[in-house]
């Protein structure tokens, strides 16, 4: 999608703000004991309440209106009965549509304490998110969001998952364009324009490089096997930069 009205980006705005408002909401909820599912009717409920819909539901009979991801789950987890504990890495990504609008948001997140070098994760994982978003603007390359990251990344010792790309979304979930890395690439020409709508998300590894689908059909795991997380928004390309749709508020 592409902003041409400001009508446009308060719509987009609107619904930033409930994916926004809907993952904080679950994060704040989590406790221990608590399964997946309960974390993910919490997530509905808050939806519904704001008149959203949930975008993977609907767009791709995703069996569930959130995806819930923990410890060894990469992303697109079906919330089930797993339980989870103190110490797991919860990762939450709530995308959702209103009035025509759509948006997407993520984060992993810290039930109670966790090792130090996954606290250093998540840090790091945030950190790759804004060094990204840094790189988003009217006639600025495509390529510079995942080129920026691995920099960040082979700087602190961290591996990125090559084949989760972040995307272009607004009146779809997936649109144009296609494809945006977030690792280093190269022969990618793409530049962005002024009212571009795309994620930014990179997924930042403690040895990782690929997501690997599991028996469900749903549910991603890294291979090799490590720690993963992913920090995610949903961003308006600008001449003075990113503008942030995906604010809690």
């Not at 009146?171 to 994620?199: C, F, I, K, Q, S």
């Amino acid at each position: 999608m592409t902003i041409t009205h400001e009508d446009e980006l308060e719509g987009l705005q609107a619904i930033g703000r409930i994916v926004a408002n809907t993952m904080q909401a679950m994060a704040r909820a989590m406790e221990p004991g608590m399964t997946t599912r309960e974390l993910d009717e919490i997530g509905r409920g808050l939806l519904e309440r704001e008149g959203a819909v949930s975008a993977p539901e609907t767009s791709y009979d995703f069996p569930g209106a959130t995806c819930i991801s923990v410890n060894e789950e990469v992303a697109h987890g079906i919330p089930g009965d797993r339980a989870i504990a103190v110490g797991d890495l919860v990762n939450i990504d709530v995308s959702a549509s209103k009035d025509g609008y759509f948006a997407d948001t993520g984060a992993t997140f810290r039930l109670g304490r966790v090792r130090p070098s996954l606290d250093r994760l998540c840090r790091d994982g945030k950190r790759a998110l804004q060094i990204g978003i840094a790189q988003v603007g009217h006639d600025r390359p495509i390529a510079g969001i995942g080129n920026a990251i691995g920099k960040f990344a082979s700087a602190n010792g961290y591996s990125l998952i090559r084949n989760l790309a972040s995307h272009g979304v607004g009146r779809a979930l997936h649109e144009d364009p296609t494809e945006v890395a977030t690792w280093p690439t190269r022969g990618d020409r793409r530049r962005m324009h002024n009212g571009l709508v795309l994620t930014v998300e990179p997924f930042l590894s403690m040895g990782g490089l690929w997501a690997e689908q599991g028996d469900d059909g749903w549910t991603l795991y890294s291979d090799p096997p490590a720690p993963v997380v992913q920090y995610e928004h949903t961003v308006v390309a600008t001449a003075r930069g990113a503008i942030i749709v995906t604010l809690p508020g």
